[in-house]
């Protein structure tokens, strides 16, 4: 069971309503702030506390101790300014993790200059995975961990890797990534790969890499 966490959420839009519903899902404490009695009120019955309160009034979020949450997520909708101010009064009250939601590209850089911890633009970043993942059918599933590094689950169906060994196919130096998982077509996971674990035909393999050369690797092992 995942840990147990304190999460606020503020603004319960379409998407902070979704970050509410998988936390809870998740076992999680969520407090739900939102500026509509209506919205508050739908939310009550199913996290731990909703309040209606203002994103922009300091001695509000003052008062719920928002400093003290382990993730702060503020996803209001298309209001620039609360969202940028609901940033700077979480970050200042001490929220160790504060993941905002960004309209467009210039408010996402606002967002990261003024101390947001993890910026997401949701319609943005999903067009990127659909598109990625049409253009790169091998690819199972990824995870960007940061601007370099990328994690990515590989079908491997090129025969040319079939029957041989991770020294053999040396992924490390001839793709640029390191395959941190192996996992049969019979789903039996191997999470430490060794040098003579051998590839057997359309074994998915985890790797970490950067994008550019998980793209190339999708090329040749499809």
Same mark, same amino acid.
């Given at each position: 069971?995942?840990?147990?966490?304190?999460?606020?959420?503020?603004?319960?839009?379409?998407?902070?309503?979704?970050?509410? /519903?998988?936390?809870?899902?998740?076992?999680?404490?969520?407090?739900?702030?939102?500026?509509?009695?209506?919205?508050?009120?739908?939310?009550?019955?199913?996290?731990?506390?909703?309040?209606?309160?203002?994103?922009?009034?300091?001695?509000?979020?003052?008062?719920?101790?928002?400093?003290?949450?382990?993730?702060?997520?503020?996803?209001?909708?298309?209001?620039?300014?609360?969202?940028?101010?609901?940033?700077?009064?979480?970050?200042?009250?001490?929220?160790?993790?504060?993941?905002?939601?960004?309209?467009?590209?210039?408010?996402?850089?606002?967002?990261?200059?003024?101390?947001?911890?993890?910026?997401?633009?949701?319609?943005?970043?999903?067009?990127?995975?659909?598109?990625?993942?049409? @253009?790169?059918?091998?690819?199972?599933?990824?995870?960007?961990?940061?601007? /370099?590094?990328?994690?990515?689950?590989?079908?491997?169906?090129?025969?040319?890797?079939?029957?041989?060994?991770?020294?053999?196919?040396?992924?490390?130096?001839?793709?640029?990534?390191?395959?941190?998982?192996?996992?049969?077509?019979?789903? /039996?996971?191997?999470?430490?790969?060794?040098?003579?674990?051998?590839?057997?035909?359309?074994?998915?393999?985890?790797?970490?890499?950067? @994008?550019?050369?998980?793209?190339?690797?999708?090329?040749?092992?499809?």
């Amino acid at each position: 069971m995942a840990k147990k966490e304190s999460y606020a959420v503020i603004g319960i839009g379409q998407f902070g309503a979704s970050i509410c /519903e998988a936390l809870v899902q998740a076992g999680q404490e969520v407090l739900a702030i939102d500026s509509s009695e209506e919205v508050v009120n739908e939310f009550a019955g199913s996290v731990m506390r909703a309040v209606i309160a203002d994103a922009q009034d300091e001695d509000a979020l003052c008062d719920l101790d928002i400093g003290s949450f382990d993730h702060v997520y503020i996803s209001i909708g298309k209001n620039v300014e609360a969202s940028i101010m609901a940033t700077l009064i979480a970050k200042e009250l001490g929220a160790p993790d504060v993941i905002c939601r960004a309209e467009n590209v210039n408010h996402a850089r606002v967002l990261e200059r003024i101390g947001a911890d993890m910026v997401v633009r949701p319609e943005h970043d999903l067009a990127k995975r659909l598109i990625f993942q049409q @253009l790169n059918p091998s690819v199972v599933d990824y995870v960007t961990l940061s601007k /370099e590094i990328t994690l990515a689950e590989v079908n491997i169906n090129n025969p040319k890797f079939f029957n041989k060994t991770l020294d053999e196919l040396n992924f490390r130096n001839r793709y640029n990534v390191n395959v941190i998982i192996i996992v049969s077509k019979d789903d /039996e996971v191997n999470q430490m790969p060794q040098a003579n674990d051998v590839i057997q035909p359309h074994d998915k393999i985890t790797v970490v890499g950067q @994008l550019k050369d998980i793209r190339k690797l999708n090329d040749i092992v499809s």
